[in-house]
């Protein structure tokens, strides 16, 4: 039945296309380029030839077609804004395909009989030209716009765009927030194609290991089209990596750099090369990215609760102690504090290559090989109130409801890993990320085709990650004076003794996450006029994605108690520094050292299996999509776009039955299929050349985490849990609404306002409950159960503004300064979120929604001195909720302030330095309130400065 289907779809679509080369024969088509002065790729041109009412605009390659023009001659226009405009006489032939290669210049603008010239904007306004000539909803952004020479990671210059907050790791930012939806929410695709996750318990996309060298525009669609995948709820962020020039282009720079943090240099670089055949045919470009990056972090972390119960030194019936509550404030009842020291290498490959084999058809490599190196040592300081059992009237201090001091276990824990030259004693974490991809474009008659298979892949692997862990007990003084700084220290100085920590243990473990995607699609796109208003076309494709999800862990626990009892019997080291960021007053003291850690040979280990067979599983989802589409003019100045995509996927999944922890009872594999249907519609009224409004209303989708969809069942009886996977979990939905008003300076420059609104159906959420009965097991009675649930519904109500342009109104050298500018705020609620007790809670915000976003760039551009100022402000929003309002968890607020600049010393050498996180900005969790600090880390400042050398040669 399938092979039948298939057969009349192709026999159709052979119809089609022979059908349209039949009606092309008195007609004739327009192809061509459209670079800039450089020779560089010109996107979102517009093309019009004004006597036939026909136009389009260039693509991400510079690269545009027009097809069904009567035979004879004519004159094309293209206009591009800051550019001076192009008309170039054609001639159409019957049946055959004209090309054209298009140059545009910068034009100088004349105001009050002044010339005035911008410096700096070529890149800001081939963002915003495509921006403007988007049918959708779409921020685009250039990286030479809002980054120094060079940015260390793409997540750097995503921040800066409306709408966008991003989640940071040891101070790089890493996961992007959609208009206030959690990272898995949003898609990230390079060129198109998916790009994968290595990530083992979601579907975040790492975006720090990316350089953003390597990537020439960003594109966030806010509003997607039925032509492009619909798993993208908050929004879809396009990565276009650099394409090929249309002559000769060399590019290098080599850079370095200090962290104020721990006085480590930082070593950058990177080059580009690309040339073009003689006969325009074949086009290439190499390009490759070096970051070395030796820093650290200062954290300091806390948990809150507000009970206190200890021993009453009575047993009733059965033998079990009786304990007695106390009502106290809220105190922290575990202390942490940790130093962190960290090398980052990132390196990245890229060779894209197109071949034009005639005027109708040109294929297309782009390939892409990302690789980070995260060599990380973990010092940590761990102090935890006793159980209430274990703890009598003698060993605790509450003093009018606030407790001051009581009986902890102090631990003392290295982390490392093994002495070899790659590991270097540090745990390495090896992520890669790698993109192939083969397409096509062809015309056929009348008849658009465009293709592209592509197969990516992402892993991250950590093998030999060693932990070393002594421990003591010992009354400690809780100073809760300062909520915001927190501390833990030993009521009597000699308890902390070195020789009083006492072997715990010491374990090795590896961990291997792997994601492969095979992605195939395939468009087809007719001339059509609904409405005889111009020019209009019907667009229809389908495409196919595969993917496989595997995570692969082991634990193993070695005994060296005898060996080294104590950890005054190992090589210790001081870590204590009276710099420490978060204050003076956190002295860490001493821990195994990390090098003595690495050089033990360990073998014969026991596996631990509770440490490791609910992280294993094994997961595919096939996901089949197909959709139709139409763009028409209603009127001279209205658009539309209207279509449906439909959306099929299908789920394997398979994890570990798991009896008593340690004891697997089997593989639970479950299956799981939902199609989606999509419809989509898009209004663009151009109000006049430079004003746009556009109204949006879309269908999209988010898939659950593939560990939240694995079978699993994990009874954890040392810590009365039970975690749990949900493989009936169902896809998130959100019906979407927008409206955005966009004016365009001519000065090359942005004034947009608008709102949207979100209707969420079927959120995933963690449900914290507690068992009634022995249904897992004998003696669950009581146990925690954590298990991902869908929430009945969520709404998101926003507004975003930008404004961006060059002051060129101001008298003198002022007119060189530029702002860039704009604010996002966001309010939400969510429904059917249960709490511990049963019940469900109300006034919950939908976690990961930030109620304020906010920019500013001042900026300064003449001939050969630029300079920055950017701020990046994002409020305090809920990250993860707990089991009640006290337990709730707040990403808090945070702002970043970078100072970049660069002197042009001739036409192709400039020199560029830069100072980032000039505010010492922490990464700061709170719980409950905003006064209860539950992690603060700080990183220092960061100073750059190298050279960079551009040559250009049409």
Not at 232 to 248: D, H
Request: one cysteine or more.
């Amino acid at each position: 039945m399938k092979t039948n289907y298939s057969l009349k779809l192709i026999l159709l679509l052979l119809f089609v296309a022979c059908s349209s080369a039949a009606i092309q024969a008195q007609n004739g088509n327009l192809e061509g380029t459209i670079s800039d002065e450089d020779g560089l790729s010109v996107p979102g041109a517009t093309v019009i030839i004004s006597s036939l009412k026909k136009g389009t605009t260039s693509d991400f390659d510079g690269h545009f077609s027009l097809v069904e023009i009567p035979v004879g001659a004519y004159k094309v226009s293209v206009t591009y804004l800051g550019y001076a405009n192009v008309d170039q006489d054609i001639v159409i032939m019957e049946g055959r395909t004209t090309s054209i290669e298009v140059f545009i210049e910068p034009k100088s603008l004349e105001l009050e009989g002044v010339e005035v010239v911008s410096y700096g904007v070529s890149s800001q306004a081939k963002a915003l030209n495509t921006q403007k000539n988007n049918m959708n909803i779409t921020n685009v952004v250039s990286t030479d716009q809002i980054g120094k020479f060079p940015d260390a990671n793409i997540g750097d210059a995503v921040k800066r765009i409306p709408g966008i907050t991003m989640q940071v790791d040891q101070g790089e930012a890493r996961n992007v927030i959609i208009r206030g939806l959690s990272p898995q929410l949003n898609s990230v695709t390079l060129n198109g194609s998916r790009v994968p996750s290595a990530e083992g318990d979601n579907r975040n996309v790492q975006m720090d290991l990316i350089p953003s060298d390597m990537i020439q525009t960003i594109e966030v669609s806010k509003a997607v089209t039925p032509d492009m995948d619909a798993d993208a709820l908050g929004g879809s962020i396009n990565l276009v990596t650099r394409t090929s020039p249309q002559g000769f282009r060399l590019s290098a720079t080599a850079g370095s750099g200090i962290n104020v943090i721990t006085n480590k240099p930082i070593i950058n670089g990177s080059f580009l090369l690309g040339d073009r055949s003689k006969n325009g045919k074949f086009g290439w470009m190499l390009s490759a990215s070096y970051n070395d990056n030796d820093f650290g972090s200062d954290n300091v972390e806390a948990e809150w609760t507000d009970e206190f119960e200890y021993y009453s030194g009575v047993d009733d019936s059965d033998g079990e102690p009786v304990l007695e509550e106390v009502d106290v404030d809220p105190y922290t009842n575990v202390f942490e504090q940790r130093e962190y020291l960290v090398q980052r290498i990132r390196r990245s490959f890229s060779a894209n290559m197109d071949y034009k084999i005639d005027a109708n058809n040109k294929l297309f490599i782009k390939t892409i090989y990302n690789w980070r190196d995260d060599r990380e040592n973990r010092f940590a300081l761990q102090s935890e109130m006793v159980d209430g059992e274990d703890m009598e009237s003698g060993d605790f201090t509450i003093t009018d409801g606030k407790v001051t001091s009581f009986l902890a276990e102090v631990t003392r824990e290295t982390k490392g890993g093994i002495d070899s030259k790659r590991n270097k004693n540090r745990r390495l974490e090896d992520q890669r990320m790698q993109n192939y991809s083969l397409g096509g474009k062809h015309l056929v008659g009348n008849l658009k085709v465009d293709w592209m298979s592509s197969f990516a892949k992402a892993s991250e692997e950590r093998l030999n990650e060693r932990y070393i862990v002594y421990a003591s007990e010992y009354s400690v003084l809780n100073d809760n004076t300062d909520t915001r700084f927190p501390i833990m220290t030993a009521e009597n100085a000699a308890d902390a003794a070195l020789g009083n920590f006492e072997y715990d243990e010491l374990t090795e473990e590896n961990q291997f996450t792997k994601e492969e995607d095979f992605n195939i699609f395939v468009n087809f796109e007719l001339p059509s006029d609904f409405f005889g208003q111009g020019d209009g076309a019907i667009k229809f494709g389908a495409r196919t994605r595969l993917k496989t999800k595997l995570r692969d862990n082991n634990f193993f626990e070695f005994d060296f108690e005898v060996d080294y009892p104590t950890l005054a019997s190992t090589v210790t080291r001081d870590l204590s520094d009276t710099d420490f960021l978060a204050g003076s007053k956190y002295l860490i003291g001493s821990f195994a050292d990390q090098e003595w850690l690495g050089s033990l040979n360990l073998i014969n280990g026991e596996s631990i299996p509770d440490e490791y067979l609910r992280e294993n599983y094994n997961v595919k989802e096939n996901v089949f999509a197909g959709y139709v589409m139409t763009n028409q003019k209603l009127s001279e100045k209205l658009d539309v776009l209207f279509g449906v995509r439909l959306e099929n996927t299908n789920i394997t999944a398979t994890g570990n039955d798991i009896l008593d922890e340690d004891t697997l009872a089997g593989e639970i594999t479950k299956e799981s299929s939902y199609t989606n249907i999509m419809p989509g519609l898009h209004f663009k009224y151009s109000a006049s050349d430079a004003t746009i409004v556009r109204f949006a209303w879309t269908n999209t989708l988010a898939r659950p985490n593939y560990a939240d969809l694995v079978p699993s069942v994990d009874i954890v009886s040392g810590d009365d849990e039970i975690i749990l996977g949900n493989p009936s979990l169902e896809a998130t939905t959100s019906m979407n609404f927008d409206i955005m008003a966009e004016h365009y300076f001519e000065s090359v420059g942005l004034l947009s306002g608008g709102v949207f609104y979100k209707d969420l159906d079927n959120f995933i959420y963690t449900f914290v409950g507690e068992t009634t009965d022995d249904v897992y097991g004998e003696e669950t009675t009581g146990y925690e159960v954590y298990q991902p649930l869908n929430g009945e519904g969520a709404t998101i109500l926003g507004a975003e503004f930008a404004f961006q342009r060059q002051l060129d109104f101001l008298p003198g050298f002022a007119r060189n300064f530029s702002l860039y500018l704009n604010y996002s705020f966001i309010t939400s609620s969510a429904s059917g979120i249960i709490n511990e007790d049963g019940d469900e809670r109300e006034d919950v915000d939908l976690p990961n929604t930030t109620p304020n976003t906010f920019n500013a760039s001042l900026a300064y551009n003449d001939r050969r001195f630029s300079a920055r100022l950017s701020g990046n402000f994002t409020d305090s929003y809920i990250d993860e909720l707990g089991g009640n309002d006290f337990e709730d968890r707040y990403y808090d607020t945070q702002f970043f302030l970078d100072f970049n600049a660069s002197y042009q010393i001739n036409g192709s050498l400039s020199l560029y330095a830069g100072l980032n996180n000039i505010t010492n900005q922490p990464l700061r969790y709170f719980q409950g309130v905003k006064e209860r600090t539950q992690q603060m880390e700080y990183y220092g400042q960061r100073f750059t400065v190298g050279l960079k050398y551009d040559v250009f040669k049409k």
